[in-house]
């Protein structure tokens, strides 16, 4: 199945070339959605770009290729406006037969990728004994939709957990397992026992140096295989993914792997030393760096930076002169590992914006080494309080993931309360469905570089771009079913007549457009944005068009409007990793 996008694209091709016209070099042929639907339903500005290129008269160009355009079956004849755009509106039979089609289309007519590849998507990636906390909330949500809408388009994908389960940090952990562990607080609450004895120890360490060296020397026998510490460090790993399992299957999010730094360590060493022996790293004052190879303009080259009037060098350390590995050394070994086993053909990090340099630095090296998987930094920005600051705690903290999850339930739950004919336990599950759509939506909704304020008020409006306001759409479709008696059969007897009915089944269709615009620049918030409006047209018809009232022909139509709006709905927002409930 194609696109409207895609098929007007394809003609107005054909018109270039019935017209005679040989297109130049660096042209680009492509239609886009209407910004005003009075004028149409889709646009194009390609004869004023090739215009442009053959130096001649742009709206006399785009008159001649709308004389040339071949709109049967899909189009009326392209109006011509201003300099020389061209708008299309489609016919309203056209509209019909292709929701027919999409409405008989278990893939509700998105296109299948035109190439499947093996992707794997890196996301979440929290600390082995730390909370999550609201920090993640980005990685997480956008992560998981983004894999999601990869696999429904048809790409093969893997998602890997990169936990971070090695470090310096363990040191000062194992040293606290043995020095100050509450065992029973470890059994209530395992994640905030092993907090706050890292807490402790960090502290104590800072102003008492046999401490920093007691826990130096339970980290080098960490790293030299100690039985005890290895266990002391096995059981952190098992009481922190205990925890994350909890937390993901509340969020209704899954992994194919939690492969954590440490399960690369053997590779760091051999990784290092084929560096070197390649000419692709070298020793500096002891470490082992990667440094710039030339091949760049200096503005462009990750492993220079332009310090006090000139360009200095900006290696990537993936070797220390004591021997330590460091973040850059397992991230190349990461990439050799998806390469080679998993046969990666894209690799997707989705980490915030602050580490562009090192993903930078770690792509350039990783091609160097003759790895040509396309990998992608799919950056994002912050989530501020209401005041406009980094969102934490009245102390300081870091606000937990699973506090604001349980939080945006309890407020649900106030709002469900009022309503009637809910049991007890019906309530319960709509408030645990609405609550975490709202904080997902209000994440997902946003554009991902976008720095936001997180309000609670707002995403739990039943107003403007949210969750509940989505939710309610869809539960209104399915109430409409509710009411008639029994079974009712639809029919593929569609006729367009309101303008109303009009404009929903032209968003209906968009559905395949919204789901590969992105995937095109990784951006969930144009497909919340795309289920907003279809949301919006939905309203709009609902109060124009009365569907039980109407008869023949007219209440098919408005039916089938319905349950496919219903699906476009269900099936869009748990792309998004939301699900839906039938009442609300």
Known sequence: ??????????????????????????????VTNASDSRFGDYQSNAAMTVAKLLKTNPRQLATTIADTFDGTGLCQKPEVAGPGFLNFRLTNETLASTLNAHVADAHL????????????????????????????????????????????????VITDNHIGDWGTQFGMIIHGWKTRMDKEALKKDPIHELVRVYKDVNAEGKVNEAVREMC?????????????????????????????????????????????ESFYNDALGPLVEDMLAQKQAQVSEGAVCVFSDGTKKPEQDPFLIFKDGEWTALPLIIRKADGGFLYGTTDLATVDYRVNEWKAEEVWYVVG?????????????????????????????????????????????????????????ERAATVVAEREGFTDEEK?????????????????????????????????????????????????????????????????????????????????????????????????????????????????????????????????????LCDATSRVLKEGLGLLGIKTTERM
């Open 1 to 30: 199945m194609s696109t409207f996008r895609k098929l007007l694209s394809q003609r107005l091709q054909a018109a270039f070339a019935a017209a005679n016209i040989t297109l130049p070099e660096g042209a680009v042929i492509d």
């Open 109 to 156: 007519g998105v296109p299948r990728a035109e190439q499947a590849k093996t992707i794997v998507v890196d996301f979440s990636a929290p600390n082995v004994a730390k909370p999550m906390h609201v920090g993640h909330i980005r990685s997480t949500f956008i992560g998981d939709s983004l894999a999601r809408l990869a696999r429904y388009v048809g790409h093969h």
């Open 216 to 260: 130096k020397t339970e980290l080098v026998k960490l790293q030299q295989g100690d039985a005890e510490n290895l266990e002391i460090w096995k059981e952190c790993v098992k009481l922190t993914l205990d925890q994350l399992h909890d937390v993901y299957g509340k969020l209704d999010i899954s992994f194919d792997h939690y492969l954590g």
């Open 353 to 409: 914006a602050p580490q562009q340099l090192h993903f930078r630095q770690l792509f350039d090296a990783s091609r160097r080494r003759g790895h040509q998987t396309r990998m992608e930094h799919i950056a994002f920005g912050s989530i501020l309080g209401p005041d406009g600051k980094m969102f934490k705690t009245r102390s300081g903290e870091s606000v937990g993931l699973l506090e604001v999850i349980e939080e945006a339930v």
């Open 428 to 560: 319960s599950e709509v408030a645990e469905i609405i609550g975490i759509a709202a904080v997902k939506y209000a994440e997902l909704s946003q554009h991902r570089m976008t720095d936001y304020k997180f309000s609670w008020d707002k995403m739990l409006s039943l107003q403007g771009n949210t969750a509940p306001y989505l939710i309610n759409a869809y539960v209104r479709t399915r109430s409409i079913f509710r009411k008639l008696d029994g079974a009712v059969t639809l029919t593929d007897d569609v006729v367009l007549t309101e303008d109303a009915e009009r404009a929903l089944a032209m968003k209906l269709l968009q559905f395949g457009e919204a789901v590969h615009d992105v995937l095109e620049d990784f951006r969930p918030n144009l497909l919340a944005q795309y289920l907003y409006d279809l949301a919006s047209a939905f309203h709009g018809f609902f109060e124009a068009c009365p569907v039980l009232r109407s008869e023949g022909v007219t209440r098919n139509t408005r039916l089938v």
